[in-house]
Each structure stands twice: as C-alpha cells, then as structure tokens.
C-alpha cells in the first residue's frame, strides 16, 4: 500500500508525469534514493557530520591510506548488507516498463543493479571493486576483506557504527592496523570509486554526456547536485531544452533550472510515478 502523499506533492507528481510521459527519460541519482536502505547521505538527516577523506590526502601517506582500510572495513559490511528499497525497485519497473532508458547514478552501493535496473553508468565507480592505483589490477572487495583480516586478526566489526555513504565508519584506528599491499606490485589498494577531489575518467564522463544527449527528458532523485558532476548533466540537458523533473528533500543547486520540482523523499515519489 503505497503512502498517502501531501496534495502538493502530488501536484507535482502530475506536472512530472505529463512532462515525462512518452519520452525517452534519463534518470540521475544520488544518496537520497538509498537512505531508505539505512545508507546515509552527506547532507541530510542521519549524516556522519566530519569531511571525507580526499584524494590527495589518501595519497599523501601510508598512514591516511590505513586510517581509510580500517574503517572502511568497519563500514562496508552495512553497504554490503543493505536491501534495495522502494526506490531503486520503482526506478528498475520504469526501465523493464520502458519509461527510463538509462540511469546515471552517483551513488556506489550497487543497489540499482541488484533491484533489477540494467542500463546504468556508475559516475563515481562501484565499492565492491578495489583497484591498484599503481598497476591497475583489481580484486575484489570480498578479498581485500579477507586480506585485511589476515593481517589484522584483532579487527573486529562494530554491530552499531556511524558511516558515509562510501562506507567510512566512525571509529578509532587501531595502532598497530597494516592496509594490504597489491599482490602484483606491492603498491597501494583503493576503492574503485571516486574520491572527492579526484576526477572522474574523461570516458566515463563522455558517457554520461551521451546518454543525456540521446535523451528526450531528464529525472533526477535523492540529490542535491552539490557535486559539479551531476550538476553539469542537469545544465546540459537544460541546454538541449529538456523538460527536468527534481525530487528531493531540500534545496538542489537546479531548483532555479528545473521544470518542476518536487520537496519530497525520493522513495515516496518514484513509488507514486512507476509502481
């Protein structure tokens, strides 16, 4: 049974159903769409209130590059766990119902694709993979899991901790904690995803602009387009005169571009538009 909606949400709901029926409709999401999982965003209810670990900084020592590896290791068991929710299962019925052609998302928890949604570019990479940034080779999160273990058989995970959306948890590092080595090259381990202050591959960008120019409307949900990339892909799509619908909770950098814009949680919403 689906949740009773304030008029004005369904207002909007209506105006967004008539700028996006029989279009071929990308999507861009964001952490909004995954708090109902119990993943939290960077800025809204429930956040880890510090600033993320940046690129640079992780590079800058062997030191920062541990402190990241023992709380990821503490954090990623709850992204590993968490279920798709009503949002990504309504994004996903969109796709098979053929009312979104692809979808652009920021988020690195893999949940689009486990609720069954198959045209999607990951912007910022994916938190199951591990890449060796001076060789390139990747392994998975599963083995560099087991390989942390091995070399700290004293790390245990918290049950209850406060974590990113990237899996960072809020606890104290141990001392002695060693981060893996590449097995290849012995040279340092990191998240396939992009850090902040990294850049994005030029590829994946010409991508996600591709997609936007082979799109005939634009969805966005569960983002404040804080972050320049996906801000970019509103203000193209803007450009190419297509209709954008936002629906999030909050204020979004587009709120001034959109065609409407609907303050209301992503799950809610997309549950109303496809399911």
């Given at each position: 049974?689906?949740?009773?909606?304030?008029?004005?949400?369904?207002?909007?709901?209506?105006?967004?159903?008539?700028?996006?029926?029989?279009?071929?409709?990308?999507?861009?999401?964001?952490?909004?769409?995954?708090?109902?999982?119990?993943?939290?965003?960077?800025?809204?209810?429930?956040?880890?209130?510090?600033?993320?670990?940046?690129?640079?900084?992780?590079?800058?020592?062997?030191?920062?590059?541990?402190?990241?590896?023992?709380?990821?290791?503490?954090?990623?068991?709850?992204?590993?766990?968490?279920?798709?929710?009503?949002?990504?299962?309504?994004?996903?019925?969109?796709?098979?119902?053929?009312?979104?052609?692809?979808?652009?998302?920021?988020?690195?928890?893999?949940?689009?694709?486990?609720?069954?949604?198959?045209?999607?570019?990951?912007l910022h990479g994916r938190l199951d993979q591990v890449i060796c940034i001076d060789c390139n080779e990747y392994i998975s999160r599963l083995e560099m899991d087991n390989q942390i273990q091995l070399q700290n058989p004293s790390l245990t995970r918290q049950l209850e901790v406060?974590?990113?959306?990237?899996?960072?948890?809020?606890?104290?590092?141990?001392?002695?904690?060693?981060?893996?080595?590449?097995?290849?090259?012995?040279?340092?381990?990191?998240?396939?995803?992009?850090?902040?202050?990294?850049?994005?591959?030029?590829?994946?960008?010409?991508?996600?602009?591709?997609?936007?120019?082979?799109?005939?409307?634009?969805?966005?949900?569960?983002?404040?387009?804080?972050?320049?990339?996906?801000?970019?892909?509103?203000?193209?799509?803007?450009?190419?005169?297509?209709?954008?619908?936002?629906?999030?909770?909050?204020?979004?950098?587009?709120?001034?571009?959109?065609?409407?814009?609907?303050?209301?949680?992503?799950?809610?919403?997309?549950?109303?538009?496809?399911?």
């Open positions: 049974m689906q949740t009773p909606l304030d008029p004005v949400v369904e207002y909007g709901i209506e105006r967004a159903r008539q700028l996006l029926n029989g279009k071929k409709v990308i999507a861009i999401t964001g952490a909004g769409v995954s708090t109902d999982s119990g993943i939290p965003d960077y800025r809204g209810q429930g956040r880890v209130v510090r600033d993320p670990l940046t690129f640079d900084q992780f590079l800058a020592s062997e030191a920062n590059q541990a402190r990241y590896w023992a709380r990821s290791f503490a954090g990623w068991n709850r992204i590993a766990t968490a279920e798709p929710n009503r949002a990504h299962k309504s994004l996903a019925a969109a796709e098979h119902k053929g009312l979104l052609s692809h979808l652009i998302t920021q988020n690195v928890d893999g949940l689009h694709q486990r609720a069954g949604s198959e045209n999607v570019l990951e406060e974590f990113t959306p990237d899996g960072d948890a809020e606890i104290e590092v141990p001392a002695d904690f060693t981060a893996p080595a590449c097995r290849s090259c012995g040279g340092r381990y990191k998240p396939d995803v992009v850090f902040f202050g990294e850049q994005i591959p030029v590829a994946r960008v010409e991508m996600a602009r591709a997609k936007v120019e082979g799109a005939e409307a634009m969805l966005v949900a569960g983002t404040s387009l804080t972050v320049n990339s996906g801000l970019r892909l509103v203000k193209q799509a803007k450009e190419q005169r297509l209709p954008v619908v936002i629906i999030n909770l909050g204020e979004t950098k587009a709120d001034q571009i959109t065609d409407v814009k609907i303050n209301a949680s992503a799950g809610a919403v997309l549950e109303s538009l496809y399911l």
